[in-house]
């Protein structure tokens, strides 16, 4: 297998949305096309560490901790890099 092939297999990963975080942006359209416009890498870190929290109460805390940085179009670890 290419070095192209397999690029392209890790980009075109299918983006997994959990429950509460489809139904923010089915209801919040700012935030959905502010979350459009994040590199599909960053909307993997942001879909991926809401889906993690293993009860409702956890992923909801966690995306509206989350929801000004999706704002403000910067991933989620952002704020490690350097300043």
């Not at 297999?9 to 429950?19: D, E, P, R």
């Not at 995306?63 to 910067?74: A, D, F, N, W």
Request: aromatic share 10%.
């Amino acid at each position: 297998m290419s070095d192209k092939t397999t690029i392209d297999n890790y980009v075109k990963k299918q983006l997994i949305l959990s429950a509460e975080f489809k139904n923010a942006l089915a209801k919040d359209a700012e935030m959905r096309k502010q979350f459009e416009v994040l590199t599909p890498f960053k909307q993997r870190e942001y879909a991926n560490h809401i889906r993690s929290g293993k009860l409702e109460k956890t992923r909801l805390s966690r995306l509206k901790k989350v929801t000004p940085r999706i704002y403000r179009g910067i991933g989620l670890y952002e704020k490690y890099k350097g300043s």
